[in-house]
């Protein structure tokens, strides 16, 4: 029996830090986390760190460039288990709408000096590189599913994070369907659970932050969405924002993207 803290770590890729901040404004149920673990590595909550190897590794953010190609590399072997956090992480974010163009024409119009810019042509998730023990998806993650993932850890069982639709969070709101009560297009049939059924709740369509639910029908959603006059590229736009590259919402809308050649 060893009296030995659990060493975390906390690492950032592209990405806003939405996901990191979403574990420092756990306040109180932070505390009672520090309590049990060792903070060995966060950037953003303090300036000591703490040699690996490490037990737990949450990543933020995708993978953009050469280096963090190879420095997610390095923090895979430095941690025994890593928890990919965030859409960015779990599917290279919404910076992966790149993914989609020639990533040359945009540094061209957006960098006064493009031969100072060295990066990947795709955004891609963490997975794509390394192994990954576990993916908590949000944009950003839900803060309580953030900590239901350690205590899982710190108690050696398998974290309790839903897999079913924000349809279901809907109902257990008391919130009536948008698409049924008038007609607003909602991500929300395809869409993992874990907001809380935010936008459903204020009269507004899901926009998919959480990523695809297990086994989405999209395609049965884009048929009702077209229903209900929605065109092509519309089609198109909705499946490519915070989660365009997760393979369910790509293959979407690429199916759209070609439907008329």
């Known amino acids: 029996m060893t009296d030995r803290k659990t060493k975390l770590a906390v690492?950032?890729?592209?990405?806003?830090?939405?996901c990191q901040l979403s574990l420092l404004d756990c306040e109180d149920?932070?505390?009672?986390?520090?309590?049990?673990?060792?903070?060995a590595f966060f950037p953003e909550a303090t300036r000591a760190k703490v040699r690996g190897p490490y037990d737990i590794s949450l990543v933020e953010g995708s993978i953009t460039t050469e280096h963090d190609a190879e420095r997610i590399k390095t923090i895979r072997k430095q941690s025994k288990f890593l928890v990919t956090i965030g859409a960015c992480a779990t599917a290279g974010g919404i910076q992966a709408l790149r993914n989609y163009a020639n990533v040359d024409d945009y540094i061209s119009i957006v960098y006064a000096t493009p031969a100072y810019i060295d990066t990947l042509s795709k955004s891609t998730p963490i997975?794509?590189?390394?192994?990954?023990?576990?993916?908590?998806?949000?944009?950003?993650?839900?803060?309580?599913?953030?900590?239901?993932?350690?205590?899982?850890?710190?108690?050696?069982?398998?974290?309790?994070?839903?897999?079913?639709?924000?349809?279901?969070?809907?109902?257990?709101?008391?919130?009536?369907?948008?698409?049924?009560a008038h007609g607003t297009p909602c991500l929300g049939p395809v869409t993992?659970?874990?907001?809380?059924?935010?936008?459903?709740?204020?009269?507004?369509?899901?926009?998919?932050?959480?990523?695809p639910m297990e086994t989405p029908n999209t395609a049965a959603?884009?048929?009702?969405?077209?229903?209900?006059?929605?065109?092509?590229p519309e089609l198109v736009r909705a499946f490519?924002?915070?989660?365009?590259?997760a393979e369910a919402f790509r293959k979407e809308s690429e199916a759209h993207e070609h439907a008329d050649h």
Request: glycine share 10%; net charge neutral; hydrophobic share 40%.
């Open 221 to 232: 959603l884009s048929a009702q969405w077209q229903e209900m006059g929605q065109t092509e």
């Open 11 to 18: 690492w950032k890729f592209a990405s806003c830090d939405g």
């Open 29 to 39: 149920e932070l505390l009672a986390v520090a309590g049990a673990v060792e903070i």
């Open 127 to 180: 997975a794509d590189h390394v192994f990954v023990d576990y993916a908590l998806r949000g944009c950003p993650v839900n803060k309580y599913q953030l900590v239901e993932v350690l205590n899982a850890y710190l108690h050696a069982r398998k974290p309790n994070i839903a897999s079913y639709s924000v349809c279901v969070e809907c109902k257990r709101r008391g919130v009536s369907c948008v698409m049924v």
């Open 192 to 211: 993992q659970a874990g907001c809380g059924a935010l936008c459903p709740a204020y009269n507004r369509g899901c926009y998919g932050c959480f990523g």
């Open 240 to 245: 490519r924002g915070f989660n365009a590259y």
